[in-house]
């Protein structure tokens, strides 16, 4: 059974910073396509944080996180990050990490931020709360 198993949040000050972890089981994520992580706040649909492409190591961030967020993978832990610097209290939500089987073809780390139903795995979703 594949799980991904999120974990690191809670409540933090603005300006704080925490980072979020999501370690797979029953699959590798040296093996996927890209590992992504999303977002949703209370009335907000979805929101793309950021992701990681397999084939290159390259990475997109959306434009409300860039400069302050960072997403890394360590293979020997197959473990993804989520380093979350100087937040806001709009960068409360439920945050969740997502991995993308390979099926055969890489696409830009763009496409994989912008669409979600690439990804074959999600994890549960860790709750993200920054305080004003």
């Known amino acids: 059974e594949v799980q991904l198993v999120e974990s690191g949040g809670g409540l933090v000050q603005a300006g704080g910073s925490l980072r979020l972890s999501c370690a797979a089981s029953?699959?590798?994520?040296?093996?996927?396509?890209?590992i992504g992580w999303f977002r949703q706040a209370p009335g907000k649909e979805r929101e793309g944080v950021s992701c990681?492409?397999?084939?290159?190591?390259?990475?997109y961030y959306g434009n409300s996180v860039k400069g302050r967020f960072t997403v890394s993978s360590d293979n020997a832990k197959n473990t993804v990050y989520l380093q979350m610097n100087s937040l806001k209290p709009e960068d409360t939500a439920v945050y969740y990490c997502?991995?993308?089987?390979?099926?055969?073809?890489?696409?830009?780390?763009?496409?994989?931020?912008?669409?979600?139903?690439?990804?074959?795995?999600w994890g549960q979703g860790t709750q993200v709360t920054v305080s004003s």
């Open positions: 997502a991995a993308s089987r390979f099926m055969g073809t890489y696409y830009s780390a763009m496409y994989y931020f912008r669409t979600p139903s690439l990804y074959n795995y």
């Open positions: 990681i492409s397999s084939s290159d190591g390259s990475t």
């Open positions: 029953g699959f590798t994520f040296a093996d996927a396509s890209a």
